[in-house]
């Protein structure tokens, strides 16, 4: 176990190190970070002095050990577009992307997983096609064009919702928040849907699957042959066989909520990571690509760890043989 | 026909079991009858694919879609239990008609304790509380020959070697007291140097607790040292069905006399080891007139037009034309 | 040396396989369900017409919308045909600039599937060929691609490309990248879909690699690329078509997303989901059309890919599910 754990932990600091590499290559090779930190008509003398206190005539390994420091103490450089401090802007940024995102796989997960039991139980009735037929709909309706359809239908013509922004938000100080306000719900039913919408047939489809390849397994059969309840072999047996995907699939999602969330921030204006993200990628504004890379890796990285510990309370088979699984 | 009597604890009358698909029915277990009394076991062999453990899930009522029952009757105890409800035949399942796997690798749930599911068991079948349950529960284990019950009982499944799985699967098929198990082919997936433990396990089980088994095996072996009574099963039909000794040391049936060939007999130096050509036709492919005929070495051709009907020849009953004036032909015994 | 002889038996054996084949479609569940299925029909042909009306847009688009010159103000903002205050001419409305609608969603399918096929023409080249070294050769080179293909698959395609995207980006100057940008934007798809390919490819390599005839070949000393050609890869050949045609709804979609987001085509050849983010300026002033009707068409394109992407997945390779 605390091999296994150790092992996990080491893979996560290889990853990191190396998307911190990527991300420090950036500043280093995409034009000068002096350039786009003093004007044109800087002088000579003052570049020298700025490269000199900012460390970058030193040999660049050196530089890197410098970057990860820097990192590690929350410090990931000024913004060329906006002048700040990233660390500053992402604070700024971060709740009302963490928000919608946490909303989202609630709802993507309180609906999708029911709806994936129910249709993999009841294969041929009525309203399994209909979910299936829903979900096949779900998945080739692109995340921007749910949001706008919302948009039209529930802002423009019927006038229910607010149709961007994120309203109603009380500041905690270390954080704000859009759930203490009924503006801030308001604001948020929206984009959360459109973000959900997509995960939740997701997540029904392989939770579908899953349970119907559970359900040809040899044991349901033999719980079944030893007349256990209907209920007993399916949401006990079957249930709990379903249960590891469903681990990997929340954390996959968690992750992919995080990227899908740069377009429902767009359609709806959300002041969120994603929009941030997006203006530096139009504005080339390096330090900010290079700090959302590295945070995102780490968000990842971190979500993998809690689903390889997820599997191990679940699965007593990993419990023994977590070396041998691990080491491929 | 089989004429219905009392004693009979399990009557399986024309049973038919089919399977649509698009290209026509295809027709797995075609009119097969028979009968198993109390405490008897019959063995039921055939090669694979002959609707042997068709016939067994068909009893259970676990065929999986789209097979289906579409003819005849199964009686438990003279009480129809084919066209039960699913809650009527769940609760028969278990309590009733226990059933082991071929598997004992993947019979078991791996998320849950062995004793978990042995607790489940018992509860769903009987009003215990948790305390008698895992009692009973450690009393199987220990009738079923597991070590240091009191231990094992809060192990995984993936703790236990093949051989202790089974004997776990036997302990979880028996422990409703069922009146029959069937035992789908339960050693095939053993070592073989365990298959004979768990064969004799079964055996004094059953012995002990009154049981009948219905084994469904391929291994005529196994059948010799077990069974009461024997059916032979070829293509989904039954072909021949007697005593397992008569069946044995006097088989009427090519097919049978063909499965016999695999076993030494002891005395009959001069007889060559038989072996049966070909192999069984697909069910889509199944001939016209007796199913065995395109490997029959004693093929006529009536064989090839009419099927034959089981019949009654000395104590067995068996389907073949070469039998229907009861005279048996000399060259065959 | 004998290379040349080795292609051409390959050829004669691939041209067989696909006459042979053909001849058990006549009689295979395949044509059986295909013709079962009115949806799988219905979205065949909605996916052959859009695929002719992208592809012969120049020829039978009603107004050149790509022509600067043939664009005039005063056919800005016009409805519908069937709405009041609308012109015949524009049967679907225009946009802002006095751009046929339909015209322009014709324009802007090709320019999405073109970078749609693109993407995944590369990415089924590359990851096949990944996926038959990894499968084949093994070892470290195996351990390296898959464990890169396990990492890039934790991170969503729209993610991946995006970020593509922005490095090419500042890494090329302004001009440059506008020319490359519809490259970059193929690569970057492609970039972000060759695991798929190369995790299946491998999977049936580590299968075919075992085989006798194989191992036999392996022993009279045919060299390992023409093992891999003659008998891995037809075996791969429809598991690769199945998910290049679940890749193809993908990457339109990533592409409409991107082109939506503002990173994808250039302005100069605008795609579906370019005319949607135009038109989604001028949902709130009640001008619908504008980005309902690419929507509409973008959706109902990938739908019917999914659709036939998912018939052919179950008809023709059962264990891929």
Redesign the interface.
């Known amino acids: 176990m605390l091999a296994f754990i150790i092992q996990r932990l080491l893979q996560a600091v290889v990853v990191m190190l190396s998307v911190s590499f990527v991300s420090f290559a950036l500043f280093q090779f995409v034009g000068d970070p002096i350039n786009n930190m003093v004007g044109q008509d800087a002088t000579e003398a003052q570049r020298e002095l700025l490269r000199e206190r900012l460390g970058l005539n030193e040999p660049w390994p050196l530089q890197f050990i410098h970057y990860i420091g820097n990192i590690i103490q929350g410090e990931f450089g000024l913004s060329y577009r906006l002048g700040i401090p990233v660390e500053d802007l992402i604070a700024d940024r971060l709740p009302a992307t963490m928000e919608l995102v946490l909303v989202s796989a609630f709802m993507a997960l309180a609906l999708g997983v029911p709806m994936g039991v129910y249709t993999g139980l009841n294969r041929n009735s009525w309203l399994s096609r209909l979910f299936l037929t829903i979900s096949l709909i779900g998945i080739s309706l692109p995340t921007f064009v749910i949001g706008i359809l919302l948009i039209l239908i529930f802002g423009v013509w019927l006038q229910w919702l607010p149709t961007f922004g994120r309203a109603g938000v009380v500041d905690l100080g270390w954080w704000t928040t859009s759930f203490l306000t009924l503006d801030g719900w308001r604001s948020l039913i929206m984009p959360s849907i459109t973000l959900a919408l997509f995960q939740l047939t997701l997540i029904m489809r392989l939770i579908r699957a899953e349970m119907l390849e559970v359900l040809r397994t040899d044991y349901i059969k033999f719980a079944r042959a030893r007349g256990l309840r209907n209920r007993a072999v399916h949401f006990r047996h079957a249930l709990k066989n379903t249960l590891v995907p469903v681990i990997t699939i929340t954390g996959l999602q968690i992750g992919s909520l995080l990227a899908f969330s740069i377009i429902t921030e767009t359609v709806f204006q959300w002041p969120g990571m994603g929009l941030l993200i997006l203006q530096a990628i139009q504005f080339v504004d390096i330090p900010v690509m290079s700090s959302y890379l590295v945070l995102i890796a780490f968000l990842f990285v971190l979500i993998n760890l809690v689903v390889d510990l997820l599997y191990f309370i679940v699965d007593p088979r990993l419990r023994l043989d977590s070396l041998s699984r691990g080491a491929h | 026909m089989t004429t219905p009597a009392e004693s009979n604890l399990l009557e399986v009358q024309n049973l038919r079991v089919d399977f649509p698909t698009r290209r026509g029915t295809l027709i797995a277990v075609d009119d097969v009858s028979f009968e198993i009394k109390a405490g008897e076991v019959l063995g039921v062999v055939g090669e694979s694919g002959a609707g042997k453990s068709l016939t067994g899930a068909a009893i259970i009522g676990l065929l999986e879609p789209p097979g289906r029952i579409s003819g005849g009757e199964v009686r438990l105890a003279g009480k129809r239990i084919d066209n039960l409800a699913q809650e009527q035949i769940r609760q028969i399942r278990g309590r009733e008609i226990g059933m082991v796997f071929q598997d004992p690798l993947t019979s078991l749930n791996p998320l849950f304790r062995v004793g978990e599911q042995l607790i489940e068991t018992l509860q769903t079948h009987a009003d215990l509380d948790e305390k008698s349950a895992r009692k009973q529960a450690i009393d199987w284990l220990a009738e079923v020959g597991i070590p240091s019950p009191e231990v094992r009982i809060d192990q995984y499944p993936h703790q236990f070697s093949g051989g202790m799985r089974q004997r776990v699967v036997i302990a979880l098929a028996l422990c409703a007291n069922p009146k029959l198990i069937i035992a789908d082919e339960p050693t095939t997936a053993l070592d073989v140097s365990i298959q004979a433990q768990i064969i004799s396990l079964l055996k004094r089980l059953c012995r002990e607790h009154g049981t009948a088994v219905m084994l469904i095996t391929h291994d005529m072996g196994v059948i010799a040292e077990t069974a009461d009574r024997v059916a032979v099963m070829y293509a989904g039909r039954l072909v021949e069905i007697g005593e397992a000794r008569k069946v044995i040391q006097n088989a009427k049936h090519p097919y049978t006399l063909g499965l016999m060939g695999s076993i030494p007999t002891i005395g009959d130096t001069e007889e060559e080891l038989r072996q049966i050509q070909g192999s069984m036709p697909r069910l889509a492919e199944i001939p016209e007139g007796c199913a065995f005929n395109p490997r029959c070495p004693n093929v006529s051709d009536r064989c090839r037009k009419h099927r034959p009907e089981l019949q009654s020849v000395d104590e067995s009953s068996v389907a073949c034309w070469l039998f229907e004036d009861a005279a048996v032909p000399s060259e065959l015994s | 040396m004998n290379s040349q002889h080795d292609l051409l038996e390959v050829n004669q054996g691939l041209i067989a396989r696909l006459i042979d084949s053909f001849k058990r479609a006549q009689d295979s569940d395949l044509y059986?369900s295909f013709r079962r299925s009115p949806v799988i029909v219905s979205a065949f042909i909605i996916t052959m017409i859009m695929f002719l009306a992208a592809f012969l847009a120049p020829w039978i688009a009603p107004h050149q919308t790509l022509d600067l010159k043939t664009l005039d103000l005063m056919n800005a903002y016009l409805p519908p045909a069937w709405e009041p205050n609308s012109d015949p001419n524009f049967l679907l409305g225009t946009d802002d600039q006095g751009r046929d609608i339909l015209s322009g969603m014709m324009f802007g399918l090709r320019i999405s599937l073109g970078v749609g096929f693109a993407s995944v023409i590369v990415s089924a080249i590359v990851g096949t060929l990944l996926g038959l070294l990894s499968g084949y050769l093994g070892g470290r080179l195996d351990?390296f691609i898959m464990r890169v293909a396990d990492?890039q698959l934790?991170?969503?395609a729209?993610?991946i490309a995006?970020?593509i995207?922005?490095?090419v980006?500042?890494?090329l100057p302004k001009a440059a990248y506008n020319e490359l940008k519809l490259y970059v934007l193929v690569l970057a798809i492609a970039a972000s879909q060759w695991v798929n390919f190369a995790r299946t490819v491998r999977g049936s390599t580590l299968v075919e690699k075992n085989k006798e005839y194989v191992q036999a070949a392996k022993v009279i000393g045919v060299h390992p690329f023409w093992i891999m050609v003659r008998h891995v890869l037809p075996n791969v050949i429809s598991p690769v078509l199945v998910i290049a045609t679940l890749s193809l709804?993908l990457a339109i979609?990533t592409e409409?997303?991107l082109s939506?987001?503002?990173?994808g085509v250039p302005p100069t050849s605008p795609s579906l989901g370019t005319l949607?983010r135009i038109g989604?300026q001028y949902?709130?002033s009640?001008e619908?059309w504008m980005?309902?009707f690419p929507?509409s068409a973008?959706?109902i394109l990938?739908?019917a890919v999914?659709?036939l992407g998912?018939w052919l997945r179950d008809a023709l390779n059962p264990k891929l599910?």
Do not use: M
């Not at chain 3, 939506?260 to 990173?263: A, N, R, T, W």
């Open positions: 059986y351990s990492v934790t991170f969503p729209i993610l995006l970020l995207d922005g490095i980006g500042s890494l709804a979609l409409a997303t939506f987001l503002g990173v949607i989604q949902l709130f009640g619908w980005t309902i929507s973008l959706v990938v739908l999914n659709l998912d599910r």
